[in-house]
């Protein structure tokens, strides 16, 4: 199944802001700031990354609803989700 890029640009710009996350996480830590400002800045790019995962599986079921000749192999579809449970 392809996903539609256009319908997913709101995921792909979350995407690229979490891209320099880890990095500042990293100098954070050599760094040697606050484990509680470095915790909180590994939830969000924890979130981040969640909600573009879950917003591609959306967009994938949501093809998958709309186009019911394609082929939909539930388990597969099953363990992408569970995956960023």
């Not at 969000?44 to 995962?53: Q, Y």
Request: with cysteine; net charge negative; proline share 4%.
């Amino acid at each position: 199944m392809q996903l539609d890029s256009v319908e997913l640009t709101p995921t792909l710009n979350r995407l690229k802001r979490a891209q320099g996350q880890p990095g500042a996480v990293v100098r954070m830590i050599e760094e040697g700031r606050d484990c509680t400002d470095i915790v909180t800045q590994l939830s969000a790019v924890s979130k981040a990354l969640d909600r573009a995962g879950f917003a591609i599986i959306a967009s994938g079921l949501e093809q998958c609803l709309t186009n019911p000749g394609e082929d939909l192999d539930r388990r597969d579809l099953e363990k992408l989700f569970l995956s960023l449970a």
